[in-house]
């Protein structure tokens, strides 16, 4: 009968543990479809300031601005920014994303390093500074794109970085979603691609320089606004897909316990009646 209790106490804890996850999967899965739809809606704003900038490389190729690279990167001059979620429970959505950020650590010296995340801070801990900035990571707003692009472009002004990377999971569907690094800061000409061939002439007022640097700290904060959602939509689609696959792995060791317990059951039962036929056949003899 102790072997029976055991096996009794491993299935209630199986069926706690699906229980959680159900839950779990029915938060994230009423959370995905909003995070979808903002995401959706920012794509148009992002492109349109793409396509501003195009055009102001089009009509004024020497343009000049400090959120434009024109000769490269110091050595020994990067910064990286993580996102990373709070809470696990999301199947490999952190370790994807921290795996790609320490590769890139790896072949490119980083001398600043802002990690969004409970996760990906504790992973990350060895590489964090005594006094590093903290963001809130959480549902994604634009007060946290404004505080983190303004805080990357005065470490830009005070010389300590010349270039910026961010570290984010792209969502591109349920069933893909991609850790990526890509330029934050300052932006690459060639990463616009080439303006609409219909593009409209434009008179720049004051100059096409304060123009450009208008633009591309509208064009950062844009970004940074559109990775944040990102991320927070494949973080909600990897935690629906983990506790799918939880859900479905506990109900099948439930299964398999099951059909231990009643054969151990079983057995207990037919050995009882044995005794029983055995005793009984004693005293008549």
Do not use: W
């Amino acid at each position: 009968m102790g072997n029976l209790s055991a096996i009794q106490a491993r299935m209630r804890s199986i069926r706690q543990t699906v229980q959680i996850a159900g839950a779990q999967k029915l938060i994230s899965a009423s959370r995905v479809g909003k995070a979808r739809r903002m995401l959706e809606a920012t794509a148009p704003y992002h492109e349109h300031i793409r396509q501003r900038i195009a055009y102001v490389l089009k009509l004024a190729p020497e343009v000049s601005s400090p959120f434009l690279d024109r000769g490269g990167t110091p050595p020994g001059k990067r910064g990286l920014l993580v996102l990373s979620s709070n809470t696990g429970l999301a199947g490999g959505y952190n370790s994807n994303v921290i795996k790609s950020a320490e590769e890139f650590m790896a072949n490119h010296p980083v001398s600043q390093l802002i990690v969004l995340g409970q996760v990906g801070r504790s992973r990350l801990a060895r590489h964090l500074p005594d006094e590093d900035a903290i963001f809130p990571m959480g549902f994604p707003n634009m007060y946290t794109a404004r505080e983190i692009a303004e805080h990357i472009t005065r470490l830009f002004e005070k010389g300590e970085v010349g270039a910026f990377d961010i570290a984010y999971t792209k969502y591109y569907s349920t069933v893909k979603l991609t850790p990526v690094v890509e330029r934050l800061f300052p932006l690459r000409p060639e990463s616009f691609g080439k303006a609409d061939p219909l593009a409209p002439m434009m008179i720049f007022e004051p100059d096409a320089d304060t123009l450009m640097t208008s633009l591309g700290a509208s064009y950062l904060k844009g970004f940074l606004y559109g990775c944040l959602v990102h991320a927070y939509v494949s973080e909600l689609s990897s935690r629906v897909t983990a506790m799918d696959s939880a859900i479905r792995n506990g109900n099948d060791i439930i299964d398999r316990l099951s059909l231990v317990y009643n054969r151990a059951r079983q057995a207990a039962i037919t050995q009882e009646i044995t005794e029983i036929v055995a005793g009984a056949s004693a005293m008549g003899d």
